[in-house]
């Protein structure tokens, strides 16, 4: 089968495709014009079905890869350091959007990536809507430390407090709409009720690992859900030299590992079996920031357990 390496910006993307023994390049606008100036540019080759593969950075790949899985191509979504990993081993020098692209079709064909499929439409809004309403609550904190800046005018200081109380009124607004679109799907309103039985998670935090990981139940295992979210410890030493201390990989979603901080404190105190689990860690020394990453790996595994198993936390065998 042909392969199509894709390196994806937020204004276009760069192709490589591999057919047999021929490779031939491309780059099309990152647009609903350019997702179909690219089916033709295949079609014209002949090429009815390819493997696509890009990486997961930022947002910019979602709608390109959704395009081609819908018009039924096999598509691919990796995560960077793969890739990155890939090209170390190559001893690649020179980094281009022309070059990674060749590099991401050479990945796609040596190791045959699992596939990607787009979520369920109710998941894509409930994404959107959890994303929003944390970048709101991004911005109110932001704001209200520069408010406590002694040096501001008077006249900054009144246009602050009018934007945080539009950031409080957005803020409101979109937690009950979560809210909302959550009890309007059973699927999420079922999986939302299992992760809020969790002690540690309440309704806001359980919406988001519900948004970040809608389908955590059909991981194979606890630890490739702490994978996933990059909450997996790094540990690096070698012989007498090397001996650092352990720290987490953080090699995974960015938005998951934040919704899990502060339940996790939350947890440490009111989660009778996470609580005992932090003090034991405490007692042997381990540092504080250590005890919050094993914490929230632990509270990532009780939240793997309920939705795998269907039940609410407090029927779960302890």
């Known amino acids: 089968m042909a392969v199509l390496g894709i390196d994806v910006s937020k204004a276009d993307f760069h192709c490589c495709l591999i057919d047999d023994s021929e490779t031939t390049r491309n780059s099309f606008p990152n647009s609903p014009v350019g997702f179909r100036q690219l089916k033709k540019w295949l079609k014209n080759r002949g090429i009815q079905q390819v493997l696509a593969c890009m990486e997961a950075t930022g947002q910019y790949w979602e709608a390109l890869a959704t395009d081609l899985h819908e018009s039924d191509h096999r598509v691919a979504v990796v995560n960077p350091a793969r890739i990155k990993a890939y090209a170390q081993s190559k001893l690649t020098r020179t980094k281009t959007d022309r070059l990674d692209a060749a590099l991401i079709a050479q990945f796609a064909q040596r190791e045959q990536p699992r596939l990607w499929e787009p979520p369920a439409a109710e998941v894509r809004e409930l994404q959107a809507l ?27 200081k009144a246009s602050i407090r009018k934007v945080l109380a539009t950031l409080k009124a957005e803020i409101e607004q979109f ?144």
Do not use: W
């Open 130 to 156: 959890v994303r929003h309403l944390d970048d709101l609550k991004m911005a109110r904190a932001q704001h209200l430390n520069h408010l406590q800046s002694p040096l501001l005018p008077k006249v900054v």
């Open 175 to 318: 937690e009950e709409a979560i809210k909302d679109h959550i009890d309007r799907h059973p699927s999420l309103k079922g999986k939302h009720e299992l992760l809020d039985s969790i002690p540690g998670l309440g309704e806001t935090s359980a919406a988001q690992v519900l948004a970040e990981m809608p389908y955590m139940e059909r991981f194979a295992s606890a630890r490739a859900v702490a994978a996933y979210a990059g909450l997996c410890p790094r540990i690096r030493q070698s012989g007498t030299s090397l001996r650092s201390r352990g720290h987490l990989c953080k090699t995974g979603n960015p938005r998951l590992r934040r919704a899990l901080f502060f339940p996790a404190l939350t947890a440490m105190r009111y989660n009778a079996i996470l609580k005992v689990f932090a003090d034991r860690l405490r007692a042997a020394g381990k540092p504080r920031m250590v005890v919050v990453g094993a914490v929230m790996r632990k509270l990532l595994a009780i939240a793997y357990a309920v939705l795998k198993s269907g039940r609410p936390f407090r029927a779960l065998p302890v």
